[in-house]
């Protein structure tokens, strides 16, 4: 067989691997075209193309290439090549196969609502199963090359017959990566945290910017990211601002004389809640929460959407009672008596 063939017969295994390969996409782009989102669905086929290309190409060349004898002429084990080959491009297919069911599904859950609990949770469990189910692939993958090659496979089945005690060293000193893993993937079903959850960890308010199967990204409010071990919310705890909902309370303290009106700042707060964007509509509270020696204490209790609309509204509440205090009550702030008698 003359070389010009045996080039012909290899283009020809690459030209049908790729007809059929791209034959196969736009039948799938006609199905998602009429049944799914044409956007969301494009997205998962362009993550799977190449990878099931070069896959189409390696079968059709796999089936036309030994008629070529040409790798008769090379000095190697083409069935432990072709294994390891087809083992890596259908872990990569597997993968981004991963990935694309991981996009479909997250592109109806918007999580830039503001009623976005359910769409948390989705992203959550899906971003720790995405990152699980990949590593899997990975180390069966690996595993399967190790074992298709003959030499490792027998020094690997020697091992094994030995390898009682230094399983059980090795169990110990992977105890903690194991317990990481083993929290990720308690809190993707339990659910302690969720994406862009807000929350108090050591001290730092933040959201849950990131979970990965070890461990965890806060961004704290001032841009910096606070990384936690996975492990932290599984044993200690912490406060999840947005457990149940995104709605949250917050309180304002402001300390008067003892002959203060605190009706006029009922009323004041009243007004100052109804002016604002800010405030939600559901709590206008102020109550006398305490007697001092010197000053009376008074707590407003508001209520808003989320926390930094909460954390806004606090702020503004306490900026604009203090200055009706200051305006109108400029008696009644807090001030010392002192009482001189004479003596007989």
């Given at each position: 067989?003359?070389?010009?063939?045996?080039?012909?017969?290899?283009?020809?295994g690459?030209?049908?691997?790729?007809?059929?390969?791209f034959?196969i996409?736009?039948?799938?782009?006609?199905?998602?075209?009429?049944?799914?989102?044409?956007?969301?669905?494009?997205?998962?086929?362009?993550?799977?193309?190449?990878?099931?290309?070069?896959?189409?190409?390696?079968?059709?060349?796999?089936?036309?290439?030994?008629?070529?004898?040409?790798?008769?002429?090379?000095?190697?084990?083409?069935?432990i090549?072709?294994?390891?080959?087809?083992?890596?491009?259908?872990?990569?297919?597997?993968?981004?196969?991963?990935?694309g069911?991981?996009?479909?599904?997250?592109?109806?859950?918007?999580?830039?609502?503001?009623?976005?609990?359910?769409?948390?949770?989705?992203?959550?469990?899906?971003?720790?199963?995405?990152?699980?189910?990949?590593?899997?692939?990975?180390?069966?993958?690996f595993?399967?090359?190790?074992?298709?090659?003959?030499?490792?496979?027998?020094?690997?089945?020697?091992?094994?017959?030995?390898?009682?005690?230094?399983?059980?060293?090795?169990?110990?000193?992977?105890?903690?990566?194991?317990?990481?893993?083993?929290?990720?993937?308690?809190?993707?079903?339990?659910?302690?945290?969720?994406?862009?959850?807000?929350?108090?960890?050591?001290?730092?308010?933040?959201?849950?910017e990131?979970?990965?199967?070890?461990?965890?990204?806060?961004?704290?409010?001032?841009?910096?990211?606070?990384?936690?071990?996975i492990?932290?919310?599984?044993?200690?705890p912490?406060?999840?601002?947005?457990?149940t909902?995104?709605?949250?309370?917050?309180?304002?303290?402001?300390?008067?004389?003892?002959?203060?009106?605190?009706?006029?700042?009922?009323?004041?707060?009243?007004?100052?809640?109804?002016?604002?964007?800010?405030w939600?509509?559901?709590?206008?509270?102020?109550?006398?929460t305490?007697?001092?020696?010197?000053?009376?204490?008074?707590?407003?209790?508001?209520?808003?959407k989320?926390?930094?609309?909460?954390?806004?509204?606090?702020?503004?509440?306490?900026?604009?009672?203090?200055?009706?205090?200051?305006?109108?009550?400029?008696?009644?702030l807090?001030?010392?008596?002192?009482k001189?008698?004479?003596?007989?």
């Open positions: 067989m003359t070389l010009l063939l045996q080039i012909a017969i290899v283009a020809a690459i030209v049908i691997g790729v007809f059929v390969a034959l996409i736009g039948y799938l782009k006609k199905l998602i075209r009429k049944n799914t989102d044409y956007t969301v669905g494009l997205k998962v086929i362009r993550l799977i193309s190449l990878p099931f290309v070069v896959l189409t190409i390696l079968i059709a060349g796999s089936m036309l290439v030994p008629a070529t004898k040409l790798l008769d002429e090379l000095d190697v084990n083409t069935n090549v072709l294994g390891i080959v087809y083992t890596l491009i259908l872990a990569w297919l597997i993968i981004n196969a991963i990935r069911i991981k996009v479909y599904v997250l592109a109806k859950y918007d999580i830039s609502t503001k009623d976005n609990l359910k769409a948390r949770k989705i992203h959550t469990q899906l971003s720790v199963l995405e990152r699980m189910l990949i590593a899997m692939v990975i180390i069966i993958a595993g399967i090359i190790l074992m298709t090659i003959p030499q490792i496979r027998k020094v690997g089945l020697s091992l094994l017959a030995s390898a009682g005690i230094a399983g059980i060293i090795i169990g110990f000193a992977a105890q903690r990566s194991i317990a990481l893993i083993l929290a990720g993937f308690q809190i993707a079903i339990t659910q302690p945290i969720r994406l862009e959850d807000v929350v108090i960890v050591e001290d730092e308010w933040g959201w849950i990131e979970i990965t199967l070890t461990y965890v990204v806060v961004r704290i409010w001032d841009k910096r990211r606070l990384i936690v071990p492990t932290y919310f599984i044993e200690k912490f406060q999840n601002w947005t457990r909902s995104a709605e949250i309370m917050g309180t304002v303290f402001i300390h008067v004389d003892y002959g203060f009106p605190v009706e006029k700042m009922r009323e004041k707060l009243t007004n100052i809640l109804t002016q604002s964007d800010l939600d509509g559901k709590v206008n509270v102020l109550q006398v305490d007697s001092k020696e010197l000053t009376l204490e008074l707590r407003a209790l508001v209520s808003a989320d926390s930094p609309a909460a954390w806004d509204l606090r702020v503004h509440v306490r900026e604009e009672l203090i200055r009706f205090v200051q305006n109108d009550y400029p008696q009644f807090p001030k010392s008596r002192i001189l008698t004479e003596k007989e």
